[in-house]
């Protein structure tokens, strides 16, 4: 459709938009998303997630590989417990690195070129470590993949709560997850097939394929329509719309609620408008869940989780034990996608945080309890390196901590996980969206690298049994962070919860 003809469509839905009755307006947005097409909203969606495949595949990366540089000939690549605490970390540096500069990235060159952009760093960096000659390149190239991440992790789910509406946007919201799950699992797997018969140095070469895939599908998909407003390019945001909701649908009145938004926060935001509760409340909200989030412990227990499952022994060898965890992980965030669009976010958020501080404690108890003898733990002490340590009797018992990690790995990924990217993306104001999304995922990844680049030393000095109880108590803390702070916002559309923050009015979420 050419924007000449588009014109009269569009004005005439304009008067209509504001004079429509609530009730009115409700059939007509149920009517309205029953003849979507959404195909192309789908494939767009698969083309921004690449990134997030290839997200989970980098954070994951030294699960496998770390137990084999700790074995590896070469003295300049054979890792300690020094140099594994920081190959397993700095990931999230780099990944905090990338989300602050995504704060600019996102308003400059929009949220489909900002994930474009990722995939250059994560290329160099996956270069890097398939050709490392020292731990300088393995450490340089995990900061690159981690950057991409972090570029990746502010602007996928902006990306695609933008590009979706409310009838599949938690389903579409979980995603990202979902690839990143996707993503890891891919990881354990060939860790585990081509270590038979090929080095670690292969799956920083399979890391390539996602990362020019996505790159090559994302050049045939279009803008943000929020973005391409914000930006003045009316026709270009139309068109965009059109293309995602299929031209023989009603797209312009959905297009006039857009636009009517951006057109109350087309000034970039001052110092002086943080003040506002409808801009700081959210941002506030949205950082807070990713604070804790990462406070939980998930990242420790995935980049470590072989070594975990080899200082406790549990009966499966520690690579079978990552893929059963990475396999209940996806189908977790499944059951999350499936759901969050009928349950609503709210009672998710609960589920998950209770199985996690049940799963934590579990953990904690069950270390602290069970003699070394029959844990195999060793006094609590050495993580690294603990293939080297003596074979211990085989003990059914030792099926606790797999059972607690995959119980705590459910937990998550059914609400924690992605809930709190999609919420980031629902609940964060227009004006403020891409600045603030890029400050949610600095906070989170500081947060990661900090658990991670101290996890060994808290165990070697206090022992494994204390990160776990600790990540019970933020997890109890999760719970009445939901109950108390955080709106539910299924079913509803981004201008109707911009709505409820401007005047808190909790008409506009029922």
């Known amino acids: 459709m050419e924007p000449s003809a588009r014109e009269p469509l569009v004005r005439k839905t304009r ?12 059939r007509l947005d149920k009517e309205y998303l029953r003849s979507l097409h959404n195909k192309r909203l789908y494939l767009a969606v698969f083309a921004a997630v690449l990134g997030n495949f290839n997200f989970g595949f980098a954070l994951v990366y030294p699960s496998p590989v770390i137990p084999a540089l700790e074995a590896d000939p070469s003295p300049a690549l054979r890792l300690n417990q020094h140099t594994a605490s920081w190959f397993g970390s ?11 500069s995504a704060m600019l990235l996102n308003d400059r060159l929009g949220r489909k070129l900002s994930i474009m952009f990722s995939a250059l760093p994560s290329a160099v960096g996956y270069a890097l470590m398939a050709g490392a000659q020292g ?5 340089l190239g995990r900061v690159l993949t981690g950057y991409a991440g972090g570029v990746t992790s502010a602007s996928i789910p902006v990306y695609i709560s933008e590009i979706s509406h409310a009838g599949v946007r938690g389903m579409l919201g979980a995603c990202p997850q979902l690839m990143a799950v996707l993503g890891s699992l891919v990881l354990y797997a060939l860790g585990k097939y081509l270590g038979l018969v090929l080095d670690w140095r292969w799956l920083a070469v399979a890391g390539e394929v996602p990362v020019l895939t996505m790159i090559i599908l994302l050049c045939f998909m279009p803008n943000s329509p929020r973005f391409l407003l914000s930006q003045g390019k009316d026709d270009e945001a139309l068109g965009s719309l059109c293309w995602l909701r299929g031209k023989d649908t009603d797209y312009a009145r959905e297009y006039e609620q857009i636009k009517d938004s951006v057109r109350k926060q087309s000034q970039r935001i001052s110092c002086a408008e943080i003040k506002d509760p409808f801009i700081y409340k959210p941002i506030l909200i949205a950082v807070g869940m990713r604070f804790l989030q990462q406070l939980s412990g998930v990242t420790c227990v995935l980049v470590y989780l ?12 520690p690579e079978y034990d990552a893929a059963l965890v990475g396999l209940v992980r996806l189908f977790s965030v499944v059951i999350a996608a499936v759901s969050m669009d009928k349950a609503g976010r709210k009672i998710l958020l609960f589920v998950s945080a209770g199985v996690m501080l049940v799963s934590n404690l579990t953990m904690g108890l069950y270390i602290h309890f069970v003699p070394a003898s029959q844990n195999g733990t060793i006094a609590n002490k050495t993580l690294v390196s603990s293939a080297n340590l003596p074979a211990e009797p085989t003990n059914y018992i030792t099926l606790i901590p ?23 993306s629902e609940i964060l104001p227009l004006k403020a969206r891409g600045v603030a999304s890029g400050l949610c995922v600095v906070v989170s990844w500081l947060t990661a690298f900090t658990l991670t680049r101290f996890f060994l030393w808290v165990v070697e000095v206090f022992g494994l049994e204390v990160p776990f109880l600790f990540f019970a108590v933020i997890c109890a803390g999760n719970i009445l962070f939901t109950g108390c702070c955080v709106p539910e916002t299924k079913g509803r559309s981004l201008e109707q919860i911009e709505a409820f923050f401007r005047t808190g009015r909790r008409s506009f979420m029922r």
């Open 402 to 424: 797999l059972l607690a990690t995959m119980f705590f790995i459910m937990g998550y990924a059914m609400g924690w996980g992605p809930i709190t990217w999609l919420l980031m």
């Open 306 to 317: 072989q070594s975990i499952f080899k200082k406790t022994s549990v009966i499966l060898k």
């Open 15 to 26: 008067s209509s938009y504001r004079t429509f009755t609530e009730s009115a307006s409700k």
């Open 135 to 139: 731990i300088g390149m393995l450490l």
């Open 90 to 100: 700095v990931f999230t540096l780099g990944a905090a690195v990338g989300g602050l």
